[in-house]
């Protein structure tokens, strides 16, 4: 078992950054590809961003591509989601994921955090 708990969220105006983090607990970290998705009010869950167990590879979502950055400290048994550039639209509760396979689909990710808030204001 992981346990995975996000923190760093909050409310911020648009064109403002956050940085949200995600400390892994349990089972080494660095054994398990990692995710970040969000889910908006009324909306379904979507992916954010991926990254591979050793870091060696990562994608993101066209919606934040250029924007969004992923990463992960496996020393720190965390993963970090640098946000730049944030939009109203931005706005949504964020978790982070790992699993045993690396990708974009939800159901890749056997362990979830709780999630976190992350409120843009235009």
């Known amino acids: 078992q992981v346990q995975l708990v996000e923190s760093g969220g909050g409310l911020v105006q648009a064109g403002e950054s956050l940085r949200l983090s995600c400390l892994a607990s349990g089972h080494t970290f660095s054994n398990y590809d990692a995710g970040w998705f969000r889910q908006a009010p009324g909306k379904d869950r979507e992916f954010v961003a991926a990254i591979s167990r050793d870091a060696g590879s990562k994608f993101s979502a066209a919606s934040v591509k250029g924007r969004f950055t992923i990463s992960r400290d496996n020393a720190k048994n965390t993963m970090y989601l640098q946000m730049d550039s944030l939009k109203p639209e931005d706005t949504a509760e964020y978790y982070c994921?790992?699993?045993?396979?690396?990708?974009?689909?939800?159901?890749?990710?056997?362990?979830w955090g709780q999630g976190i808030q992350v409120t843009v204001s235009s």
């Open positions: 994921a790992a699993g045993d396979i690396y990708g974009a689909d939800a159901g890749f990710y056997s362990f």
